[in-house]
C-alpha cells in the first residue's frame, strides 16, 4: 500500500491543507498552492492509481456489497493488531488500525495519506473540506466548556485543549426518488355553548394523497468503531458545498475509511426514507383538528448513495469514573454536540453554599419574628 506524503516544490517541506484559504499551505516557506496547482504537481503514478483504482465499469452496486461482505468475513478472522507503514519523509515505521486512511508521523509529524484506503472500492465519491481551522475550533471549544458551570478544571488544561483533532469520518448518503400514496381520515371539531349546554360537531373526512417524493441526503455514519452520537450529533452538512474527492484534502487531518457498507445501512436508510416520505404526505393534508393514517403505500423508483467525507473537529475526555466523554463540532458549520463531564466537588461546594445561605436567612428571619 503507497504511502503519501504531500511536498512542497518551493523548499520540500509539508503541505497541509488549510480551511480558512482552502488551499495547500507550507508550513516551512509559507507557500499557498491551489487544488488545480496541486493537481499538477502531483506524481504522475500517484494521478493514475487515484484515477483506475475504482472498482471495475459495469461492477454493480450488488457486486461491489458482495466482493465486500466477502472481504469483511476474511479480516474478522484475522488478529486485531496494527499496521505497519513507512514514513516517506524520515523511514519510521507508521503504525495504523485497519480503517486509518490519513495520520501523522510520530517522529516527524509529517501528515501521510495512506492511498489504498481510500482507492478502489474505498475511493469516496465526495469529500467537504474543512472550513473551520484549529485556531477557531479550539477557541469554540473552550467558549462551549466554559458556559457549562460544572466541568472539572482539568478539562481547560494545555494538554487536553491540545487533543482536539480534525478528523474525516466516512459516511454513506442516499437520494431517493419516490411514488406515494395515502389513506386518511381526518376530523374537524366545533365546540359551542347555548345558555347552559355544550354542544360538539364532529364531522369525518376521508381523505387520499397521491404523489411523487423526492429525498435528499440520507446520511448514515459508516464507520462501526464510532460513536453515534458523536458521528451524527453534527449533521447535517451543506452538500452542495461538497467536491469531487482528492487525498490531497486529507493532508494534516486524520481520516478513517468505511467499513460498513451500502448493504449494511439498506434497511436503516429505507425506514428512514419511508418515514420522511410519509410525513411529507401527511403535511399535504392540512386544515383537519385531528388526521390519523389508515394505510401509506411507497414505492422506491430510484436510489442514488453516495460515499462521502466529512469533517470534524473531536475532543475525548475520560473521567474519573472511567467514563469516556466526547465531544464533537461540524468542520463546516461549527453545529456543536458534546457530552461533558461534571465536577462533584464543584456540585457539592455550590449545594453547600446554597444550604447554608438558606439557613442563615431562615435563622435571620425567625429572629425578627
Known sequence: MAVISYKCPNCDGELVFHPATQKYKCEYCASAFSQEELAQLQPAAEEEQMLHEPQQEGTSWQQENEQYT??????????????MYRCPSCGAEIVTDQTTAATFCYYCHNPVVLSGRVSGEFLPHKIIPFSIDKEQATKKFLEY???????????????????????????????????????AEGKNLRVWRSGDTEYTETKIYHVERRGNIHLEDITKNALKKNSLKLAEGVLPYDVSRGKEFHMGYLSGFLAEK?????????????????????????DTAGGYTHLSVNNC??????????????????????????????YSMNGQNGKIYGELPVDGAKVWILGSIIFVVVLLLGLLGGWML
Open 70 to 83: 466477502e472481504q469483511r468475513v476474511v479480516e474478522a478472522h484475522r488478529q486485531e493488531e496494527g499496521v
Open 145 to 183: 466548556a466554559h458556559s457549562k458551570k460544572f466541568v472539572p478544571k482539568a478539562f481547560f488544561n494545555k494538554q487536553q485543549i491540545e487533543k482536539i483533532s480534525g478528523v474525516y469520518f466516512p459516511y454513506w448518503m442516499a437520494d431517493m426518488d419516490m411514488k406515494g400514496s395515502l389513506q
Open 258 to 282: 468505511r467499513d460498513l457498507g451500502r448493504n449494511d445501512l439498506q434497511a436503516e436508510v429505507m425506514e428512514d426514507a419511508k418515514e420522511f416520505a410519509q410525513k411529507l404526505l401527511r
Open 297 to 326: 403505500q411507497l414505492h422506491t423508483e430510484r436510489e442514488n448513495w453516495d460515499y462521502i467525507m466529512l469533517p470534524v473537529w473531536t475532543v475525548t475526555y475520560k473521567g474519573r469514573n472511567g467514563k469516556m466523554y466526547y
